[in-house]
């Protein structure tokens, strides 16, 4: 178990880093929809991961990244509690 602040951010910063890459693959609309439906699938779990790190992080003290996407976003759910939709799988939404 993580027990260390440092450590929890170094550990949410490559899941962060992660998500970045892929949402950045999935705008490629010439990929095929399976490919298209894997990667957002995949994102979506890694946006539930991050969420338990900056839940740890919080439990750690540190940043409450929940609340500076808030006042960042307004409404817009910035976290894993919704399934969403990125890219050019956009186009397949159900």
């Known amino acids: 178990m993580i027990t260390t602040l440092s450590e929890a951010e170094i550990w949410r910063g490559g899941i962060v880093r992660e998500i970045i890459k892929k949402v ?6 010439s990929l095929a929809e399976f490919k298209l ?18 839940k740890r992080i919080l439990e750690l003290g540190g940043r409450d990244y929940k609340a500076d996407a808030q006042d960042k976003f307004g409404d817009i759910p910035m976290d894993g509690s919704v399934y969403q939709y990125y890219g050019a799988a956009k186009i397949y939404e159900q």
């Open 24 to 29: 950045t693959d999935i705008q490629n609309g």
């Open 37 to 54: 439906r894997e990667l957002n699938d995949s994102i979506n779990e890694l946006v539930q991961i991050k969420d338990k790190w900056e």
